[in-house]
């Protein structure tokens, strides 16, 4: 199978052989023809399959044949993404392909000064990605409008439902005209997706491109138990002893990442945030610094994770497993990104041992566990078994009660061995 195949415009054609993609995946085969068609589209593909180049090209190529110039305060094509971070990523891919083309392509989202995003809205754009907050806000202010949309794409849709943004997304489906294209893109097909789905969607066509394990095949996944006060110090150990490169790391909470990069730092290692506190451009540079590589180990949330492209990332590491068992999905799809092969690896303690069941029941596997010497767990993990569930240890039977000759009773008097026997 080629792109040209598919059907998509010359210039397309000639930026794909310039950046080496020599053949669609999976998802672009199936998405690209159907959306150069005018289908509606409701895709199940996880980062790292594609899923992006296979709506961009698409479009792009659409705006170019159809359509016409984008006029002050307009847009052609919306793509509404959960996070600043994949904002950014989904608005450089449209960047990339689109080199050459005579289309603009802007980015808006939250945390960030609203007066230049209406600057820049004012000549209009074809394409503008956007998280629903901020679209919103623009919106209320007269700043875009959307006479001449003609594409809707919801990217990570499901995280988006995730984060609280189902009131943002209806109020904006109520601003856009009812004749449009729409494409939505998510993880996994929840409930909650499908209503979605069902209420937007036009006899959509269906791509389900998760495999029987969501998990893409090329990252080699393990486990290995430890007790939760030795994360960090096996963490750094491991980092040492596999003669890790750079080592995308993932933990809870703020707190949790803060504190291993102090630790880090600490003894000396190039180490950096990426969490919902820092501010944007904070995180924007520990991530440039870390794609140059002047950052070994950048350390994340979940939610400030969501998005990030980093090319041949090898190693991502959980020193804690996510609450939400599709963020292991997400969090793991950062490495063996396009086929390139990769490795994550988890810290797992004993009480994280639902979270451990709950992924391995999402992604139909049981993670195979490799033992530390010298980390032996004194909190044993407990076993899983297909299907997610824990296989607990059978309780030992109590033993009686043994009155105790030592303390007596309150208000008792001990004389010797003999008031017990009375
Ligand atoms: P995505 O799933 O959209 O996050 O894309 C994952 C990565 O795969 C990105 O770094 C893309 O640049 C890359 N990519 C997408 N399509 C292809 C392709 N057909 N050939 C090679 N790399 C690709």
Same mark, same amino acid.
């Given at each position: 199978?080629?792109?040209?195949?598919?059907?998509?415009?010359?210039?397309?054609?000639?930026?794909?052989?310039?950046?080496?993609?020599?053949?669609?995946?999976?998802?672009?085969?199936?998405?690209?023809?159907?959306?150069?068609?005018?289908?509606?589209?409701?895709?199940?593909?996880?980062?790292?399959?594609?899923?992006?180049?296979?709506?961009?090209?698409?479009?792009?190529?659409?705006?170019?044949?159809?359509?016409?110039?984008?006029?002050?305060?307009?847009?052609?094509?919306?793509?509404?993404?959960?996070?600043r971070?994949?904002?950014?990523?989904?608005l450089?891919?449209?960047?990339?392909?689109?080199?050459?083309?005579?289309?603009?392509s802007?980015?808006?989202?939250?945390?960030?000064?609203?007066?230049?995003?209406?600057?820049?809205?004012?000549?209009?754009?074809?394409?503008?990605?956007a998280?629903?907050?901020?679209?919103?806000?623009?919106?209320?202010?007269?700043?875009?409008?959307?006479?001449?949309?003609?594409?809707?794409?919801?990217?990570?849709?499901?995280?988006?439902?995730?984060?609280?943004?189902?009131? +943002? %997304?209806?109020?904006?489906?109520? *601003?856009?005209?009812?004749?449009? $294209?729409? #494409?939505? @893109?998510?993880? !996994?097909?929840? &409930?909650?997706?499908?209503?979605l789905?069902a209420?937007?969607?036009?006899?959509?066509?269906?791509?389900?491109?998760?495999?029987?394990?969501?998990?893409?095949?090329?990252?080699t996944?393990?486990?290995?138990?430890?007790?939760?006060?030795?994360?960090? +110090? %096996?963490?750094?150990?491991?980092l *040492?002893n596999?003669?890790?490169? $750079?080592? #995308?790391? @993932?933990?809870? !909470?703020r707190? &949790?990442?803060?504190?291993l990069?102090?630790?880090?730092?600490?003894?000396?290692l190039?180490?950096?945030?990426?969490?919902?506190d820092?501010?944007?451009?904070?995180?924007?540079?520990?991530?440039?610094?870390?794609?140059?590589?002047?950052?070994?180990?950048?350390?994340?949330?979940?939610?400030? *994770?969501?998005?990030?492209?980093?090319?041949? #990332?090898?190693?991502?590491?959980?020193?804690?497993?996510?609450?939400?068992?599709?963020?292991?999905?997400?969090?793991?799809?950062?490495?063996?990104?396009?086929?390139?092969?990769?490795?994550?690896?988890?810290?797992?303690?004993?009480?994280?041992?639902?979270?451990?069941?709950?992924?391995?029941?999402?992604?139909?596997?049981?993670?195979?566990?490799?033992?530390?010497?010298?980390?032996?767990?004194?909190h044993?993990?407990?076993?899983?078994?297909?299907?997610?569930?824990?296989?607990k240890?059978?309780?030992?039977?109590?033993?009686?009660?043994?009155?105790?000759?030592?303390?007596?009773?309150?208000?008792?008097?001990?004389?010797?061995?003999?008031?017990?026997?009375?």
């Amino acid at each position: 199978m080629t792109f040209s195949s598919l059907g998509l415009l010359d210039p397309l054609l000639r930026t794909l052989d310039r950046l080496n993609y020599s053949s669609p995946t999976a998802v672009q085969t199936e998405a690209i023809p159907a959306i150069l068609k005018g289908r509606d589209l409701m895709t199940a593909a996880q980062t790292g399959t594609g899923k992006t180049a296979g709506f961009a090209l698409p479009v792009l190529h659409k705006l170019l044949q159809e359509g016409p110039r984008v006029a002050s305060n307009q847009t052609r094509a919306l793509i509404l993404v959960p996070t600043r971070e994949l904002a950014e990523q989904v608005l450089q891919s449209f960047i990339t392909y689109g080199d050459q083309l005579p289309l603009r392509s802007y980015a808006v989202y939250g945390g960030v000064s609203i007066n230049p995003q209406m600057m820049a809205l004012r000549k209009g754009v074809d394409v503008l990605v956007a998280t629903p907050g901020r679209l919103l806000d623009l919106y209320r202010q007269n700043a875009v409008t959307f006479g001449q949309l003609q594409i809707l794409v919801l990217d990570e849709a499901d995280r988006m439902l995730d984060l609280g943004f189902a009131d +943002e %997304l209806q109020q904006v489906f109520c *601003a856009l005209p009812s004749k449009r $294209q729409t #494409l939505l @893109f998510s993880a !996994t097909f929840s &409930a909650a997706i499908r209503t979605l789905a069902a209420n937007l969607l036009r006899d959509p066509l269906i791509i389900d491109i998760s495999p029987d394990t969501m998990t893409a095949a090329t990252v080699t996944q393990s486990v290995i138990p430890v007790d939760k006060k030795r994360k960090v +110090e %096996l963490f750094v150990h491991l980092l *040492a002893n596999r003669r890790w490169g $750079q080592v #995308l790391v @993932f933990a809870k !909470t703020r707190n &949790a990442v803060d504190q291993l990069v102090q630790t880090l730092q600490s003894i000396g290692l190039s180490a950096d945030a990426i969490h919902g506190d820092r501010p944007q451009p904070a995180r924007l540079r520990a991530l440039a610094r870390f794609k140059t590589g002047e950052v070994q180990v950048l350390v994340a949330t979940d939610v400030a *994770a969501r998005g990030l492209d980093i090319d041949d #990332l090898p190693q991502v590491v959980n020193i804690d497993l996510p609450i939400v068992a599709e963020d292991y999905v997400h969090r793991i799809g950062r490495t063996g990104r396009a086929g390139a092969s990769g490795e994550a690896v988890s810290l797992v303690s004993a009480d994280e041992v639902d979270q451990l069941a709950a992924i391995e029941a999402l992604t139909n596997q049981i993670l195979p566990r490799h033992d530390e010497p010298g980390f032996l767990p004194v909190h044993r993990l407990p076993a899983t078994v297909s299907g997610g569930q824990i296989i607990k240890k059978p309780k030992k039977p109590k033993k009686p009660k043994v009155t105790s000759n030592k303390s007596p009773g309150k208000g008792k008097i001990h004389l010797g061995n003999w008031f017990e026997s009375d």
